[in-house]
């Protein structure tokens, strides 16, 4: 950790919790935290969790299912100095074991009676966590296995951790989020408070984000969209979160119908379900009309969806980019001509170059890598010196994706510069991983993963196999369908092909290299 001032930004972060302490700060089902709710939680978790021996620079991972309890958790360790690591709480043993492993976490969060609850108990005794903290467990306490209780912890816990405590310096790590995996198993990203607290703040004046917005949250709290975007966004700005468990389009027209929503922050999967949705009810799209603002991220935004949801509602959706590495680069603005299929110009703090292969700047029109500088800058890969050196050019972050930079100025995202990392859905995906576990199907003697043109996901994963000799193969839907459960008893359903092609053989060069292009010219 890099020497610097006592915690500046920190503790302005946290003390914004006493600043208004009636305001509603958060909205899930039917209970609402006020400021000073969080506030006093977060207090309380982190006495609790430093009575049980955690201590700053140590990691806690958190199953972060979008609801209160991981906004508190988060709280309470920016409180203590303790590093937050955010852990798909859908993910298998295999990918979780990673990710406790990689991150030497000492402790870890979880809700009883859950998919992470499960893989918590698979890997009972692989993995050298000294305590697990159950939300919603039988409140017994501390028993066998070190195990605490979630709610326990809030009740006893306290709230000698305040504002007379040395608050994290701002070169601290707050956050490692693990990148999905796009070139082997994901890399632990080390976000410091200065990043992700300076750009959280930069995007939020830029989109004029205020106490008087309502803001509907349902993206996942492990990826930074919606944990820094959405969760440290609305908070330093003071906005009340409206928070969805899981994606919703009824629920996020009723947001705008009956709770006062204002913004929305979706990826384009959510934008087409919600344009279907209005076109089965078109009194829908006079409520979304109501809204100040809707913003896309985690994935390109298809050009006939932005027309047709800016046709329904009038608003044109606000596009934005940025990465695990980089937090958010670009975006559109608030105000003024937002262009279809454009990801607009560097957010205040932050530069982008778009370069060739030799790296020097391609003229307007000419397409490019991007490298980007950024206040929200990662400062390393966890435990990889040399990966975090191989990432950097000068100072400047080779991204992989490919874009153009159009005369006028926004940028447009052309795709990435491995066909072996897929965008679905808003997530990044190694072809190479959904590889290596389909071919250990007892079917397959071979297997090429690629990411085809979707409508609504940006790219759909499509495995193209080739069956063991003599095998009996199903029908394609029966086989499609066998595979992804197959693949889903390894990986996040996420990452599991939509559709599988059966081949007589991959294409290959003279090599031996599979030649992804003539698949994709296959389908």
């Known amino acids: 950790m ?13 003390e914004r919790l006493e600043a208004a302490p009636e305001r509603a700060a958060l909205v899930f089902r039917d209970r609402t935290l006020s400021f000073g709710d969080l506030d006093r939680l977060s207090r309380r978790y982190a ?8 201590v700053r620079g140590d990691r806690v991972a958190v199953f972060a299912e979008t609801a209160p309890e991981t906004i508190v958790a988060m709280l309470g360790h920016y409180r203590l100095g303790v590093i937050h690591v955010p852990v798909n709480p859908r993910s298998p043993a295999a990918e979780a074991k990673h990710v406790l492993d990689d991150s030497g976490a000492k402790a870890v969060v979880f809700r009883a009676a859950s998919a992470a609850a499960a893989a918590v108990e698979e890997l ?8 697990e903290i159950v939300i919603g467990g039988d409140g017994a306490g501390a028993g066998a296995g070190g195990q605490t209780s979630f709610e326990r912890l809030l009740e006893g816990g306290g709230e000698g951790v305040g ?8 070169e601290d790590t707050a956050l490692i989020v693990y990148t999905s995996g796009t070139t082997g198993p994901g890399k632990g990203v080390c976000l410091s408070y200065r990043a992700v607290l300076e750009n959280t703040e930069a995007v939020m ?3 004029r984000v205020t106490a008087a917005d309502r803001v509907v949250l349902a993206l996942p709290l492990f990826h930074v969209h919606g944990l820094c975007l959405g969760v440290h966004g609305a908070l330093v700005a003071g906005s009340t979160l409206l928070l969805q468990e899981r994606f919703d389009e009824a629920e996020v027209v009723r947001a705008f119908e009956e709770l006062g929503a204002t913004l929305f922050l979706g990826v384009p999967t959510m934008y087409a379900r919600l344009v279907e949705l209005l076109a089965n009810r078109p009194r829908a799209a006079a409520s979304l009309a109501r809204a100040r603002l809707f913003t896309s991220g985690s994935a390109a935004l298809p050009g006939p969806l932005f027309e047709e949801f800016r046709r329904l509602t009038g608003h044109p959706i606000l596009e934005r980019y940025g990465m695990t590495e980089t937090l958010f680069t670009l975006s559109n603005p608030c105000d003024g001509e937002r262009r279809a299929g454009t990801v607009g110009v560097p957010v205040p703090g932050c530069a982008v170059r778009i370069v060739d292969d030799a790296g020097e700047d391609t003229p307007f029109g000419e397409t490019g890598e991007i490298f980007a500088r950024s206040s929200g800058m990662m400062s390393e890969y966890w435990g990889r010196p040399r990966e975090t050196e191989a990432a950097f050019r000068d100072g400047w972050f080779a991204t992989g994706d490919v874009a153009i930079r159009d005369a006028g100025g926004p940028v447009r995202i052309v795709g990435r510069k491995s066909v072996d990392v897929i965008q679905s859905g808003g997530f990044k995906i190694s ?8 071919r250990t199907h007892p079917l397959v003697a071979d297997v090429s993963v690629v990411g085809a043109p979707d409508p609504t996901r940006g790219e759909r994963i499509v495995a193209a196999v080739v069956l063991r000799p003599g095998g009996t193969a199903p029908d394609a839907t029966a086989l499609t369908a066998d595979l992804a459960a197959f693949a889903a008893r390894f990986l996040a359903r996420y990452k599991c092909p939509r559709e599988v092609r059966v081949l007589a053989e991959l294409p290959c060069n003279a090599m031996g290299k599979v030649q992804k292009h003539r698949i994709l010219e296959l389908l």
């Open 205 to 207: 004046s830029l989109w």
């Open 2 to 14: 890099a020497d610097g001032t006592t915690g500046s930004s920190v503790r302005r972060f946290l």
């Open 163 to 170: 504002r007379e405590d040395l608050p994290p310096r701002d």
């Open 47 to 54: 006495s609790g969790i430093s009575a049980l021996g955690v």
């Open 431 to 438: 072809a190479r991983e959904v590889e290596d576990v389909l």
């Open 124 to 131: 009972a005794g692989r993995v050298a966590i000294e305590r």
